[in-house]
């Protein structure tokens, strides 16, 4: 055996300089290889696809105060407010109206036509004019792989657009696995105020350079009547070699109609599964008089039915 003791010591470095070689924003050099995969992954590329849907939509009254509830309108209903959720850091909210519905839809490219059977529905609440109209405004089709999307008749810019680096910064923030699949994680935010922007995130495959998934909201000075919010979020799928399809999508919508006063709460929720690409239908099949078509007996399924899927 043999003891060694040593002195502790100190050494001191001279000044030195480390420059990577370089000097880009890493992020610019991700953002142009989705760019020029969007031809690649866009769905739109299709001939044709079709899918299972499975669509929920809330309604749920927000901002809600005790002016509101102690009113004499609500003295023999006051119980619904003992399901108001205060758990989230959201204003208070009360669901008033849940639908849900089980679609077939199908879309073709050349000569373009869209259908869909709805198959099974069922709704639990309040059904009145008013909120059939905010059940309209919630079909927002919002494909982040166009350069702008259309919301709310606005047209937005899109975080991916081709002319990105205009509208927004981006910022590498993390990279792992997403499943199998090694994935970047980009933040962007609006590079100015008062334009129709977005900010958030999204995750991309390094080697398909698809996206993975988005989380977005529209600018805080984006002006759109009634709306104070909107949040995005979908994620994507590769269901077959080199063809993406969002998987899932969640819209929410914060109808206001004046400050400070009891606003809505529009929740959209979309399931997509079954996937069928490039199978197109004879054109008859397409020949539907509309593009909507519910199926007789989609109210009557069973409790059973619903709780399968």
Same mark, same amino acid.
């Given at each position: 055996r043999l003891d060694v003791y040593l002195s502790s010591g100190q050494v001191q470095l001279k000044e030195f300089t480390v420059n990577a070689k370089d000097q880009e924003n890493p992020a610019h050099a991700v953002l142009r290889n989705i760019i020029?995969?969007?031809?690649?992954?866009?769905?739109e590329k299709l001939e044709s696809y079709e899918y299972q849907l499975y669509n929920k939509m809330q309604f749920d009254l927000n901002n809600i105060d005790e002016n509101f509830t102690e009113q004499n309108m609500w003295k023999k209903f006051d119980f619904v407010f003992d399901y108001m959720d205060t758990t989230t850091s959201e204003k208070n909210y009360l669901p008033i109206l849940?639908?849900?519905?089980? #679609? /077939?839809f199908y879309y073709r490219k050349k000569p373009k036509a869209k259908r869909e059977k709805i198959v099974a529905s069922q709704v639990s609440g309040i059904e009145n004019e008013s909120i059939t109209q905010f059940m309209g405004q919630m079909y927002q089709d919002v494909n982040?792989?166009?350069?702008?999307?259309?919301?709310? /008749? =606005? #047209?937005?810019?899109?975080?991916?657009?081709?002319?990105g680096l205009t509208f927004y910064k981006y910022y590498l923030e993390d990279s792992t696995y997403i499943g199998k699949q090694w994935c970047y994680k980009i933040r962007f935010v609006p590079?100015? =105020?008062q334009e129709l922007t977005f900010n958030g995130e999204f995750w991309v495959?390094?080697?398909?350079?698809?996206?993975?998934?988005?989380h977005a909201h529209i600018a805080e000075d984006a002006n759109i009547n009634f709306v104070?919010?909107?949040?995005?979020t979908q994620r994507y799928r590769e269901v077959e070699k080199e063809v993406w399809m969002m998987v899932f999508e969640e819209t929410v919508v914060d109808f206001q109609l004046q400050k400070g006063q009891i606003g809505v709460y529009?929740?959209?929720? #979309?399931?997509?599964?079954?996937?069928?690409?490039?199978?197109?239908?004879? $054109?008859?099949?397409?020949?539907?008089? $509309?593009?909507?078509?519910?199926?007789?007996?989609?109210?009557? =399924?069973?409790?059973i039915y619903w709780d399968t899927i």
């Open positions: 020029r995969n969007k031809p690649v992954n866009n769905r849940i639908t849900e519905s089980i #679609s /077939e982040v792989y166009e350069n702008t999307v259309l919301i709310f /008749e =606005k #047209s937005f810019v899109s975080p991916i657009s081709d002319n590079k100015r =105020k495959n390094d080697t398909t350079w698809a996206l993975k998934k988005i104070s919010d909107i949040e995005v529009g929740r959209k929720s #979309s399931y997509y599964d079954d996937f069928v690409i490039n199978e197109p239908h004879p $054109d008859e099949f397409y020949k539907s008089p $509309d593009d909507v078509e519910v199926m007789e007996g989609h109210r009557q =399924k069973s409790q």
